[in-house]
């Protein structure tokens, strides 16, 4: 037994040296291969210096197998454990949202840093027919034009009106998701800068592939890294055929009675140059100066006042201009960018608007004081001729490394005005002529540095001259001008030149989310407003109208500052905070009057921004202002100056001062799949004011004088908005509300007035595809004005409803129908009610083979030739009568190509 036993032992012990050996030489072989192992390292992260979670890296060989992978971690770094397999292994990367990239493995030993570019994401679709479709990349959402056309569209704006989230007002001006847009791009390019109307009304709607809005829009390359704006901009993507060619359309009209409408359109968009260019002319009532509307002009600092005379102030009718204007109008508008490169592009755009204007109204009005009531009669029959040449030439140079933008214009608006008045009975004829003239020229140039701080350089320097008459004849009022005795005519002459430059340097710091911004400058702004109000008496004599009327007053103003701002920016945040440091002088003087004064003021207008993204689609923010404010040189001249034939100011006042807070909120949301866009919002502001306009009514005049009083404006409003597109219906819904409620003061025949007003107004729209053929379009407005005297209990109330609809339907493929109308109901308490109707009908042939469309339509079917508008405030009422066109019917061919 123990011999069996000894020998089963030694054959264990032999089997036992050998799985020894075995382990040994498996550890040996494990240890050599972990030691000829190596890793492949690096980190990925975005075009913003952003890392990428989750992102796929796969090792591959030559032949495109993959030997190894990994995903990267929240700080957007991996870790790859590579074999030596031989050269030509490649990394690739990939990940939802972002382009797939590769590269070549090239060094083991060194790390790889990666980034990845933004890609296109299609949306998740809804099964339902026809579904027009959306994307999204990044901050930029897609709309695909053909899914919201029509084949009676014409426009790119024409289609805009139907994309859920989109308005577009009757003025052409266009809001996304309730925020204005700031810019109008054409395949990225900024061609017709902030009056892009002619834009949506010629580009051809087949032309453009998609529309896309674009949040958070920051034109500067150099800013996009830690981008704060807050500006919504719309881009045109052209359809690449459509870039290969000139298009256009020449269009030819006439009607009844005595009616023409002619239009010249040119446009191409190919990547060196863009232009659109277009030439019209009509006397149908469409003012072709729409198109030169500058829906979001620049804010500046060269405050001073508009035209200071006028011929009357008959208001406007709240009825499309279209139904109202008696015209004769032509105009030109060049629109020219020419590509250097991809960075350095010069722009011209240029236009010249001639008009001719017919106005005749009447207008009663009541103004209800404590013990009072004043009243006057007045009737206008007004010729306008106003004229508009405008020309800018824009150099910009954008990269990732400097920025740069010159604009030079140069601005000549000739005016003039003839009318017939009549005021509670005594006539006269009036002439007013102006010739404003502006030169200027707007420099801004930013660099970064290689420390990546980036310097900003920027200089505005204007010249501009106003000067004004203003002749009626035979001269009005004799008993406050003339001691009661009849006189030849009255004479109001006013000059006003400008000089005005701001000039400033600032140095930004970039840090990670982090950017410090400071800025200092200095502004300068010198005047000299000249008036004289003179009488011509029935012997010929000159004399001054009223003692003192004479002005000579030099201004002086200039402001030193230094403005700070800081700026912080994540994937969810951004929170902005400016405090501007100002030091302002203001000295002027006028020898007729004695008057020298000098105004010095230290402000600090600090203000705060916070936007907080609850979801990658909504968001809420909030902001917080504090600014003071200084007045103009309107509100220093002592010698009365005739504004209008019925209204004498003049002030005796120091420089009008006000002090604003002012706090808003918002709450915007979206749900870009199910196409439904909102938003809501409040604000309140309270300002106050140390001097107070005084006015004196009679019921021939009204006289004004800014008085040194101080008093207080409060303001509340509420606006919201929802968009909505119903997809088995193929239609889009929109509705709104907004509340405003104001408290002021004004002083009027030595009465003390505390003010209150409050409106509602309520809105509800469609755009539907009721069938293949058929389309219905349908907006309606109700607003609800109330206002009261809180001191005396005086009230009025005001309310209107206004409906437009309209009707296209498709026949035979080419021959298409419109039928539209427009409804207006005006309520007041101590008036009758008010209704209106206006009836349209337009039928167009579309001739494929010859690219032309021939037309017939009927304008205001049942020739409604007066319209009355209603003006209320909280102890005034005003209604005016005016005359409009009748029934137009007009044939028109339009030739594309």
């Not at 009669?377 to 001729?385: A, I, P, T």
């Not at 969810?572 to 020298?596: F, G, M």
């Amino acid at each position: 037994m123990v011999a069996i036993g000894l020998d089963g032992h030694f054959l264990n012990t032999q089997k036992m040296k050998k799985v020894l050996f075995l382990l040994i030489a498996l550890i040996g072989m494990g240890t050599s291969i972990a030691f000829a192992q190596k890793q492949i390292k690096g980190n990925v992260k975005d075009e913003k210096a952003k890392p990428i979670p989750s992102v796929m890296v796969s090792l591959k060989d030559k032949e495109g197998n993959t030997v190894a992978f990994s995903r990267t971690n929240e700080k957007g770094d991996f870790t790859i454990n590579v074999d030596p397999v031989g050269t030509g292994l490649t990394l690739e990367f990939s990940t939802l949202g972002f382009e797939k990239k590769s590269i070549a493995v090239t060094d083991l030993n060194k790390p790889y840093q990666v980034v990845l570019a933004e890609s296109e994401i299609a949306l998740k679709t809804v099964e339902v027919k026809n579904r027009p479709k959306l994307s999204s990349n990044g901050d930029t959402l897609n709309y695909k034009t053909s899914d919201f056309s029509d084949k009676q569209d014409r426009s790119i704006g024409d289609v805009l009106k139907k994309m859920p989230g989109i308005e577009v007002a009757e003025n052409g001006k266009i809001s996304y998701n309730g925020k204005n847009i700031s810019n109008l791009y054409i395949d990225g390019d900024n061609l017709l800068e902030d009056k892009y109307g002619i834009g949506t009304k010629s580009i051809p709607h087949g032309a453009v592939d998609k529309v896309q809005v674009i949040e958070n829009d920051q034109p500067i390359k150099m800013l996009r890294k830690n981008n704060t704006s807050e500006d919504v901009a719309l881009n045109l993507v052209i359809k690449d055929e459509a870039k290969l060619k000139v298009m256009g359309d020449i269009k030819a009209g006439v009607g009844t009675p005595e009616r023409f409408d002619g239009n010249f359109n040119a446009m191409m968009f190919n990547k060196k140059v863009k232009f659109l260019n277009n030439l019209k002319g009509n006397n149908i009532g469409i003012d072709p100066g729409i198109d030169l509307t500058s829906f979001n002009p620049l804010a500046t600092d060269n405050s001073k006042p508009s035209n200071l005379l006028t011929a009357g102030a008959a208001g406007v009718p709240t009825l499309p201009q279209s139904r109202t204007l008696f015209n004769k109008a032509g105009q030109a508008n060049l629109n020219n960018l020419f590509k250097f490169n991809n960075d350095l592009q010069l722009r011209a755009n240029v236009s010249y608007l001639y008009d001719e204007r017919k106005q005749v109204y009447n207008k009663s009005s009541e103004t209800r004081l404590g013990g009072q009531t004043i009243s006057y009669q007045e009737n206008q029959d007004n010729f306008l001729n106003p004229q508009k040449l405008r020309g800018q030439f824009t150099l910009n140079g954008n990269t990732d490394g400097y920025f740069f933008n010159n604009a030079l214009v140069v601005e000549y608006n000739p005016n003039r005005t003839n009318s017939n008045v009549f005021i509670n009975g005594v006539g006269a004829f009036q002439s007013l002529s102006q010739d404003m003239f502006t030169l200027s020229n707007d420099l801004g140039y930013r660099k970064k540095l290689k420390s990546g701080n980036i310097f900003h350089l920027s200089s505005s320097l204007s010249r501009s001259s106003q000067p004004e008459t203003l002749s009626i004849k035979p001269g009005l009022n004799e008993d406050i001008l003339n001691n009661g005795m009849p006189y030849n005519s009255l004479n109001q002459y006013l000059k006003l030149p400008t000089w005005y430059t701001n000039n400033a340097i600032s140095m930004a710091f970039p840090k990670g989310n982090f950017v410090q911004t400071y800025r200092a400058g200095f502004l300068l702004q010198q005047q000299n407003l000249e008036t004289e109000l003179n009488k011509i008496q029935n012997d010929g004599r000159s004399e001054l109208a009223i003692a003192g009327s004479l002005n000579d007053l030099d201004w002086f103003r200039s402001r030193t500052y230094l403005e700070n701002s800081y700026e912080y920016t994540t994937d969810k945040i951004t929170a902005t905070v400016r405090i501007p440091l100002s030091y302002n002088t203001i000295s002027y003087d006028d020898a007729n009057h004695a008057v020298n004064k000098k105004l010095e003021r230290f402000f600090v207008n600090p203000s705060v921004y916070f936007k907080y993204q609850t979801s990658p689609e909504n968001y809420v923010s909030a902001n917080y202002g504090y600014r003071n404010s200084l007045g103009t040189i309107d509100d220093v001249y002592y010698g009365a100056v005739l504004r209008n034939y019925r209204s004498l100011f003049a002030n005796n006042a120091p420089v009008s001062e006000s002090a604003t807070h002012a706090i808003a909120g918002s709450f915007n949301f979206r749900k870009a799949i199910q196409m439904v866009f909102g938003n809501i919002g409040v604000a309140y502001s309270t300002t106050n004011l140390n001097t107070i306009s005084a006015y004196t009514l009679t019921n021939n005049t009204q006289q004004r004088i800014v008085l040194p009083l101080e008093n207080q404006m409060k303001t509340l409003s509420l606006n919201s908005g929802l968009s909505k597109y119903l997809f088995a219906l193929r239609s889009t819904v929109n509705a709104g509300f907004n509340y405003s409620h104001n408290q002021y003061q004004q002083l009027q025949n030595n009465e003390l007035l505390p003010f209150e007003s409050d409106t509602y107004t309520y809105k509800a729209g469609i755009e539907a595809k009721l069938t293949k053929f058929m389309n219905f379009s349908y907006n309606g407005t109700f607003s609800n004005n109330k206002n009261k005297t809180v001191s005396n209990g005086i009230s009025t109330n005001y309310q209107q409803l206004r409906q437009q609809a309209g009707l296209t339907v498709t026949m035979l493929k080419s021959v298409f129908l419109n039928f539209s109308a427009e409804h207006i109901f005006t309520q007041q308490s101590s008036q009758p009610d008010l209704k209106y109707l206006f009836a349209d009908f337009n039928v167009r042939y579309k001739v494929l083979k010859l690219k032309t469309d021939l037309e017939f339509g009927i304008t205001n079917l049942a020739n409604v030739k007066r319209f009355e508008a209603i003006n209320v405030s909280a102890n005034s009422l005003t209604v005016g009568t005016y005359e409009i066109p009748g029934r137009v019917a007009m044939v028109r061919a339009t030739f594309n190509y």
